[in-house]
């Protein structure tokens, strides 16, 4: 049974390594693709256990290294493959309970938190790795940007350097704090994925339950505020904090559109409503920001444990 699932897992691995590989085709979905290269391993490892989605993560990551470098299969292993296998056995992991008729499954809201950690220490040793230089880089990107520009303008007129240099600052500034986000909105979306999966082929071992229903503990709104103050210290001490406040803050926002589900229970409305929302934050930042503000007040206030407390008259 081992054999086969680690063969499995190989299996899963190329195919992990086919949806990155799509990446450089420059197709319009290559970037989809690419979101849902950490899907296989997922599935192996909630699927077929541990071993499964550690062979998945270990042969993806090779084959990319192989077919196209070092330097991207390593990222690629520190980014998604070994963070979607591990919080795969972390869901996985149960004891008995205290009858000993059950078990006792993982908490997913620690699983969540720590898959937020892993995500920014990813995020961090990456940018170790590329050797970040935000100065650097927006020196490239004004000379990429600007070259476009020049290139696509009918009328030769092309923004000035002190028009597009501000923005370009923004955004590189934020990278710390974006690239958390995304990494970690990848690694929930594969492993929500992988579970419908598994569980319609009735190979997810534990008992479903909704995403929406996940609260993160208290000591993640303390650890958000400390990293968010010091994301404005100059240089690397910010730069660090940035991408843990980024992680994090994703997966507040994450609990927020879970409240949100909660709010919205036994409405007609309920799903255009939901429908509306989400697809509104994909088009803009503001509704994350907003959802994420919501779900640390809801951690922090426990506002959803009482009101399901009170509908259920649990004290």
């Known amino acids: 049974m081992t054999m086969r699932n680690i063969l499995i897992g190989l299996g899963a691995g190329m195919a992990s390594a086919l949806l990155f590989a799509g990446l450089i085709s420059g197709t319009a979905l290559a970037f989809p693709l690419f979101i849902l290269s950490p899907l296989p391993i997922a599935i192996a490892g909630l699927g077929f256990g541990t071993m499964s989605g550690a062979a998945a993560a270990v042969l993806a990551s090779a084959l990319i290294g192989f077919t196209i470098g070092p330097i991207a299969g390593g990222l690629y292993f520190i980014l998604f493959a070994a963070p979607v296998a591990w919080v795969a056995h972390l869901i996985g992991l ?16 620690s699983v969540l938190f720590r898959a937020a950690i892993v995500v920014a220490v990813a995020v961090v040793v990456s940018g170790i790795v590329l050797s970040y230089d935000p100065e650097a880089l927006i020196s490239q990107t004004m000379t990429v940007l600007k070259g476009w520009l020049a290139e696509s303008a009918s009328d030769g ?9 501000p923005l370009i600052r923004f955004n590189i500034a934020l990278m710390p ?4 986000s995304l990494t970690l909105g990848i690694l929930v979306l594969s492993t929500w994925l992988g579970a419908r999966i598994a569980r319609m ?13 996940v609260v993160l503990p208290q000591q993640a709104a303390f650890l958000f505020g400390a990293a968010f103050v010091a994301s404005m210290i100059p240089g690397v001490p910010g730069q660090i ?7 994090i803050g994703f997966a507040f926002a994450l609990t927020g559109f879970g409240l949100l589900h909660a709010m919205l229970l036994g409405k007609a409305a309920r799903p255009l409503l939901l429908f509306l929302v989400y697809a509104v934050s994909f088009v803009f930042l503001l509704p994350l920001g907003i959802m994420a503000v919501v779900g640390l007040v809801d951690t922090a206030l426990q506002f959803r444990a009482r009101r399901f407390a009170a509908r259920t008259g649990i004290s």
């Open 157 to 165: 007129m092309t923004p000035t350097d002190a028009e597009i240099e």
């Open 94 to 109: 149960s004891r008995p309970d205290e009858t000993g008729d059950g078990r006792q499954w993982f908490p997913l809201d």
């Open 177 to 180: 704090f974006t690239s958390a």
């Open 201 to 213: 082929s009735g190979l997810l071992q534990r008992e479903w339950t909704p995403l929406w229903t």
């Open 241 to 247: 904090a940035a991408a843990v406040a980024g992680a």
